[in-house]
């Protein structure tokens, strides 16, 4: 599965690329987070990702690596881990990029491909691809707001 997004900012682009690096802010944005660490700083992570899908709730050990990155506009992240309660794989692959758009702030696109394996799966693409569109938005607008509302509060 594959999907597309994009937000726009109303702050520089360098700010919110620093926000994306802020793990302690990170984890707040990504929707079910309950806990994240650097392993290798720039390089790997570690969180652990519940979330409901269907009758299905999911407990997700994430392993996240940068695959790439070039400050402050692209940024791609494979996280993979397994559930095993639910004998459930998942890999996700998010390629960020960003827009400078100068007083119009920045633009945010960012394209996910999701791969799921096992018991999750059998729930259907419709319904594991409505969930998983759920949760981008969801991403995007909580990054959004957090951004948005920093940059308010910095101008007063």
Same mark, same amino acid.
């Given at each position: 599965?594959?999907?597309?997004e994009?937000?726009?900012?109303?702050?520089?682009?360098? +700010?919110?690329?620093?926000?994306?690096?802020?793990?302690?802010?990170m984890i707040?944005?990504?929707p079910g987070?309950?806990t994240?660490?650097v392993?290798?700083?720039?390089? +790997?992570?570690k969180?652990?990702?519940?979330?409901?899908?269907?009758p299905?709730?999911?407990?997700?050990?994430?392993?996240?690596?940068i695959?790439? +990155?070039?400050?402050?506009?692209?940024?791609?992240?494979v996280?993979?881990?397994?559930?095993?309660?639910?004998?459930t794989?998942?890999?996700?692959?998010?390629?960020?990029h960003?827009?400078d758009?100068g007083s119009?702030?920045?633009?945010?696109?960012?394209?996910?491909?999701m791969?799921?394996?096992?018991?999750?799966?059998t729930?259907?693409?419709?319904?594991i691809?409505r969930?998983?569109k759920?949760?981008?938005?969801q991403?995007? +607008?909580?990054?959004?707001?957090?951004l948005e509302e920093?940059?308010?509060?910095a101008?007063?």
């Open positions: 599965m594959e999907f597309h994009v937000v726009t900012i109303l702050a520089p682009s360098q +700010r919110v690329w620093d926000f994306l690096w802020d793990i302690e802010q707040t944005c990504i987070c309950e994240a660490q392993v290798e700083i720039g390089k +790997r992570y969180a652990v990702v519940g979330q409901k899908v269907g299905f709730t999911l407990k997700l050990p994430l392993e996240i690596i695959k790439e +990155r070039k400050a402050p506009q692209h940024l791609v992240v996280a993979s881990g397994r559930d095993n309660r639910v004998s794989n998942v890999t996700i692959e998010l390629e960020l960003l827009t758009r119009e702030g920045t633009e945010m696109t960012f394209t996910t491909r791969n799921i394996l096992g018991k999750l799966a729930l259907g693409h419709g319904l691809q969930k998983a759920e949760v981008i938005a991403f995007a +607008r909580t990054i959004k707001q957090h920093g940059e308010h509060l101008a007063v």
